[in-house]
């Protein structure tokens, strides 16, 4: 029998397979902007209709965003992510076999239902298996592996299409998801003290102390006074989300069409954008973490970082006005990129301080800030570069949003902790007479 070393904790072991999951999801949805030339020279598409299905995945993206962090914050992670996966998994192999615009928007539509949820319940689930100190690295290495599904997928999703052409790579995918699915549930428990491999030490650092009281059960989520109390952090996260998805939907696009690559050599250029965003993830989280050590200052360690990462990307894709020399503007865009990611370590830490005992509700409240984005981003992409022939001019829009979310990082205050008391305008008892 095989044993798993003991320097393999439980802990470790759950965060590993949250890494898988961003890693697989990410690769789920950005599979189809490498495939993208390939399905729209198919199906006949316009950049606009390929922006519209582009777009698709983000519709219920953005709804699941808060009602599956809630979901997650009741039922738990084990449930939750086990349902998502299912569903995300089953709408990968369905765009194998979509017949035209109507079925492959259908097909992004129910991946983005079933992703919806996936980071809002993960984020709940690092609230019970990550240490206080440990938030933003946790963050951070999770989403540093999805952006290495950024950066895996365009050469990884071009061989397969040599083998077994764009409609196949899907199916493969998809089956890799539902293997996940199995492991996850499988493995994972919501309580920590219900693992079989748990030890002591593990719930001492995650600062449990007994293993017989079990958690109460939480109150309704408070949401009139969540909602307003996130808003600031949903505002900064949407001028985030607003590049992200430019790179995330119409990189190899950009390299194919804007600059006359083959498909290969696009996805190529593409990959090497996206791993420089695997550095900016971990090292955000890290640095973010580390200011906190030192200072015990939450906002200096989550708005600097966060200032510091949307300025700098900021700057970056200003320089690709300026030029037209293929490799800068790679350079420029890579480095546009890991400032960008830069972000996420911290901004994704800030639900956790300030609503830690509703996470998965206040991170699904700030993630939908960028799942918004996903909407409207790529389909004024695909309308701008339709209408004007130029590639470099819907990045403009990049560059305001990216200093108003800088400006937006002053309002999140993760310094001060949502209260859990009772809601303002929830109906209190009648005292007796």
Not at 71 to 86: P, Q, S
Not at 123 to 135: C, G, L, P
Not at 165 to 184: C, E, M, N, P, T
Not at 366 to 381: D, E, H, W
């Amino acid at each position: 029998m095989i044993t798993i070393p003991r320097r393999v904790t439980a802990p470790g072991m759950v965060l590993f397979l949250l890494c898988l999951m961003y890693f697989i999801t990410y690769v789920d949805r950005v599979n189809v902007g490498t495939a993208g030339p390939a399905i729209k020279g198919e199906l006949g598409l316009t950049n606009t209709q390929l922006g519209l299905v582009f777009s698709a995945f983000a519709y219920p993206y953005a709804v699941f965003q808060i009602v599956g962090g809630a979901m997650a914050d009741k039922w738990g992670a084990r449930r939750t992510l086990f349902i998502c996966g299912l569903i995300w998994a089953a709408a990968t192999i369905a765009t194998g076999f979509v017949g035209g615009v109507v079925s492959l928007f259908l097909a992004r539509f129910a991946l983005g239902f079933g992703e919806g949820a996936t980071f809002p319940t993960a984020t709940r689930a690092m609230q019970s298996w990550v240490a206080k100190d440990q938030r933003g690295f946790a963050q951070g290495i999770t989403h540093s592996f999805a952006r290495f599904g950024n950066a895996i997928t365009p050469p990884l999703v071009v061989v397969l299409m040599a083998f077994v052409g764009w409609r196949g790579a899907f199916v493969i995918l998809g089956i890799v998801s539902f293997a996940w699915v199995v492991v996850w549930f499988a493995y994972y428990r919501d309580d920590p003290r219900e693992h079989r491999g748990v030890t002591d030490a593990d719930l001492t650092r995650l600062a449990i102390r007994d293993r017989t009281v079990k958690p109460v059960a939480k109150p309704p989520v408070p949401w009139r006074r969540l909602v307003p109390r996130m808003a600031p952090v949903t505002l900064t996260y949407f001028c985030y989300g607003w590049s992200l998805w430019l790179y995330l939907n119409w990189l190899p696009s950009f390299f194919k069409d804007g600059y006359g690559l083959d498909i290969k050599n696009s996805a190529l250029f593409a990959s090497g954008v996206f791993f420089a965003g695997v550095v900016g993830d971990t090292l955000g989280g890290v640095v973010s973490d580390r200011i906190l050590k030192q200072t015990g200052d939450l906002q200096k360690a989550r708005r600097n970082v966060i200032c510091l990462g949307m300025l700098g990307a900021a700057a970056c894709l200003a320089g690709v006005f300026f030029t037209k020399d293929l490799t800068l503007v790679a350079l420029l865009l890579s480095g546009g990129f890991f400032f960008l990611e830069l972000v996420i370590g911290p901004i994704w830490s800030v639900p956790m301080d300030i609503a830690p005992q509703y996470a998965g509700t206040a991170s699904g409240l700030m993630n939908f800030g960028s799942a918004f984005a996903a909407i409207v981003s790529p389909l004024t992409f695909g309308f701008i570069v339709d209408m004007t022939g130029n590639w470099i001019l819907p990045f403009a829009g990049s560059i305001g949003l990216l200093i108003l979310g800088a400006g937006l990082a002053f309002t999140m205050h993760p310094e001060r902790p949502f209260v859990d008391e009772p809601d303002a305008l929830a109906p209190r008892p009648v005292p007796a007479e």
